[in-house]
């Protein structure tokens, strides 16, 4: 139950955090603004990662699963930004989080017991946010729905890696020091990426106070998840905190108008009851 708990607090997290990059996507330099969202995000993390972080628990193995964590969540944001620049949220956010396919495919294959109605509850959710997306009309990503398609995939297999490895990584050394870990690798890559295509931290100057709010929304939906590592079924973590997409449907249909037709919000309705059936 704790891991479903941290997957749905996730989840709204995430919620926001996915509504206000939909909100600054369109001409944004993609790259300065996943940098500064993990710098932000990482200011926050530091210190409590430093003061009370079990670093004397790290082992090379956690701290390699850790930075390859960070790899791939920088995998995920690109595909979730460049998805969100083409397409509606009701198409693009489903997609993403689809990612617990993948996730719990991983636990399984790592010996984590799967009870069939454990898998009844996360094909619920599942199939939920994939019907809102196959629901959604062509032209609303403006003739480039299956780009838009595409980079969502992207998304959700990088998001996917990048909980699976984090959460190894909490398993074989401490939670907070490979959450750290992770985020230090992410901003080392796109470091080294930026310097390659010569962006600069500036281009994104006019939407920092937005970016800063993405940082402190990313890094506790990240750390919540990661912290599931440490309790039994961690799975069920990323499988729920996969809600952020509904959640992100829905304050797109309140504060950014757009629409979401009956059948979808049955879609939205099926995964509220997977996540239910889940946590029971």
């Not at 006019?206 to 890094?219: E, S, V």
């Amino acid at each position: 139950m704790g891991s479903v708990i941290l997957g749905i607090a996730a989840a709204f997290a995430w919620g926001i955090h996915d509504l206000l990059v939909r909100r600054i996507s369109e001409g944004l330099a993609i790259g300065p603004a996943i940098l500064t969202v993990l710098l932000i995000g990482t200011l926050f993390t530091l210190p409590v990662a430093l003061l009370l972080g079990g670093w004397a628990e790290m082992t090379a193995p956690a701290t390699l699963h850790a930075a390859l964590a960070g790899f791939a969540y920088v995998v995920g944001c690109f595909g979730l930004y460049l998805a969100f620049r083409i397409g509606p949220v009701k198409l693009v956010a489903p997609i993403v989080g689809a990612f617990p396919v993948l996730s719990v495919a991983w636990a399984w294959l790592s010996g984590s017991p799967l009870t069939a109605f454990d898998a009844l509850a996360i094909a619920a959710i599942v199939g939920g946010v994939i019907a809102v997306a196959v629901l959604s009309d062509e032209g609303e990503a403006n003739g480039q729905r299956p780009a838009a398609i595409a980079w969502s995939v992207l998304g959700a297999v990088g998001f996917a890696v990048t909980f699976g490895l984090s959460q190894s990584a909490t398993r074989l050394g401490a939670e907070l020091p490979a959450i750290l870990v992770a985020r230090l690798a992410a901003i080392a890559l796109m470091i080294a990426l930026l310097s390659l295509t010569r962006q600069r931290l500036s281009q994104v100057r006019q939407h920092r106070p937005t970016l800063a709010g993405m940082g402190l929304l990313d890094a506790l939906a990240l750390g919540l998840v990661t912290a599931a590592g440490a309790m039994p079924n961690p799975e069920f973590a990323a499988v729920t905190s996969s809600v952020f997409g509904v959640v992100t449907i829905a304050l797109a249909r309140v504060f950014l108008a757009e629409p979401v037709t009956p059948p979808q919000w049955a879609g939205v309705a099926v995964v509220f009851a997977g996540v239910a059936a889940l946590g029971a």
